[in-house]
């Protein structure tokens, strides 16, 4: 027997109705999802471009740092050439740049022995890692080498040497200067800046971390492998 025509009808409205209502709730709640996915983009886009420039502001401080350090390294390198006899490192070290307590200057000969410090003449050896004596004894262009770090025995600390050769004027390679760094001078400057959970490593070409921000015990002196030392290397790092 068949429905009476107006409960037929009374059935379609609410059948009608209730499609509505889902239609309503899925509009609703995807424009809400569509919302939510467009914020969300944003913020990563947002932190994304904030932590690169940050990491770019980072790196030219860096890179400041260390021309600053070079340009001293060549003033000490002429002052010696032109008169080793009277040659004062002590004194010639004064400065805004490596007069810092921090920085630890010194003229070593071919094989790594300390001839003068700025520290005095009792100041103890400096430490080069293998690659440094390698590099000291074999010819190549003259530029700063930024060496690996090195765990001190002495301080129990991690620290980066900047070689500049030191060559005389008939081609007799005499050693080179070196500043000597504590690993967490690279990082000093990070740690003014606003950087949240984010982490800054400074990596060599070599694909070895020279200094971490925040500190971590076990970090610097580790070694990236394949892929990830390779996009390290492309993105323009300290040259080691």
């Not at 070689?163 to 990082?187: F, K, N, Q, S």
């Not at 002196?221 to 990830?228: H, K, M, N, V, W």
């Amino acid at each position: 027997m068949a429905a009476p025509p107006r409960r037929r009808g009374a059935w379609r409205a609410s059948y009608a109705f209730a499609v509505l209502v889902g239609v309503a709730i899925c509009l609703t709640w995807g424009s809400v999802y569509v919302h939510l996915l467009r914020e969300y983009r944003q913020t990563s886009f947002d932190a994304t471009q904030k932590a690169r420039n940050t990491a770019y502001g980072f790196a030219e401080n860096l890179e400041r740092s260390f021309e600053a350090i070079d340009q001293s390294l060549l003033f000490l390198r002429e002052s010696f050439l032109r008169d080793p006899a009277t040659f004062d490192l002590v004194a010639l070290s004064r400065g805004p740049v490596l007069g810092r307590r921090q920085v630890r200057v010194a003229l070593v000969d071919g094989g790594g022995v300390v001839r003068a410090s700025s520290l005095g003449p009792d100041s103890g050896r400096v430490e080069l890692a293998e690659s440094e004596l390698a590099w000291l004894r074999a010819p190549g262009e003259d530029r700063l080498l930024l060496g690996p770090a090195i765990h001190s025995r002495a301080s129990g600390r991690w620290m980066v040497n900047a070689l500049r050769r030191v060559t005389a004027p008939d081609g007799t390679r005499l050693g080179a200067i070196v500043a000597t760094l504590g690993a967490e001078e690279l990082v000093r400057f990070a740690e003014a800046l606003d950087v949240g959970q984010a982490v800054m490593l400074v990596v060599g070409g070599d694909g070895v971390v020279r200094g971490r921000m925040p500190a971590l015990p076990g970090t610097i002196g580790q070694a990236y492998g394949g892929s990830e030392a390779a996009a390290i290397t492309a993105g323009g790092e300290i040259q080691g």
